[in-house]
């Protein structure tokens, strides 16, 4: 059973516009979060990330909200450039009970941002 | 040049080949890590390892093996290659949290 999941594999966003991407985790130990971007034919990169501790991180364009009780956070993109164009994971990690603060991945979405 | 590298890039064989993929990394990290990509899956842990002498398995790791040649070295063996081995491979590299990826490896197997 995926304890992280991001539902829309897919998304289409006008240049410009905000892009908001999903993840919902079930395991409450988890209390670090990241999201990683990945273009076709490169490996994943990290983007930004939140300690469970703060509800929203910002860096430039992206930000990263968490709400802790419904245990879903998202990625906001404002605003969107075709650049962005890319693969989203989610990530999540449990710094108790867990060896080495290992990363439990999301499926990805796919960010399409139209010029 | 890159922190952290893979050979090959891309890699066709058949079913009960032998193959391996290997990864380098000059970030000095002591962490390393193998993944599988499979759309709708995201990245799925074969194995990883925290030092030289530390090797454990990830969520997948039947039918593939690996080994820590030294600290900037992890190799992914598989020793009988099947078809639903066909996936993109990344190997990574952490110091804490946050894990530094490879270009991938995409592999085929006929």
């Known amino acids: 059973d995926q304890q992280v999941k991001q539902n829309s594999p897919s998304l289409s966003v006008q240049e410009g516009r905000i892009s908001i991407l999903n993840c919902d985790y079930t395991n409450s130990m988890f209390d670090y979060f990241l999201w990683y971007k990945k273009y076709p034919a490169e490996g994943p990169t990290f983007l930004i990330s939140?300690?469970?501790?703060?509800d929203k991180n910002e860096d430039g364009r992206f930000t990263v909200f968490l709400n802790k009780s419904a245990k879903h956070l998202s990625l906001h993109i404002v605003p969107s450039q075709p650049g962005d164009s890319a693969v989203y994971f989610c990530?999540?990690?449990?710094?108790?009970?867990?060896?080495?603060?290992?990363?439990?991945f999301g499926g990805g979405t796919r960010l399409m941002v139209k010029p | 040049d890159a922190d952290v590298t893979q050979t090959p890039r891309n890699r066709i064989t058949k079913t009960g080949k032998r193959i391996m993929l290997e990864c380098s990394q000059t970030?000095?990290?002591?962490?390393m890590y193998w993944y599988r990509q499979d759309p709708g899956l995201g990245l799925r842990l074969i194995y990883y390892s925290f030092d030289v002498k530390d090797i454990n398995k990830g969520e997948i790791s039947d039918g593939y093996s690996v080994s820590r040649q030294a600290q900037a070295k992890f190799s992914l063996s598989l020793e009988s290659a099947i078809p639903n081995q066909t996936a993109l491979y990344f190997c990574?590299?952490?110091?804490?949290?946050?894990?530094?990826f490879g270009p991938g490896t995409r592999l085929t197997v006929t």
């Open positions: 990530a999540a990690s449990a710094s108790v009970g867990n060896a080495g603060n290992m990363l439990t």
């Open positions: 939140i300690s469970s501790i703060k």
């Open positions: 990574a590299t952490s110091d804490l949290v946050e894990q530094y």
């Open positions: 970030k000095g990290h002591d962490r």
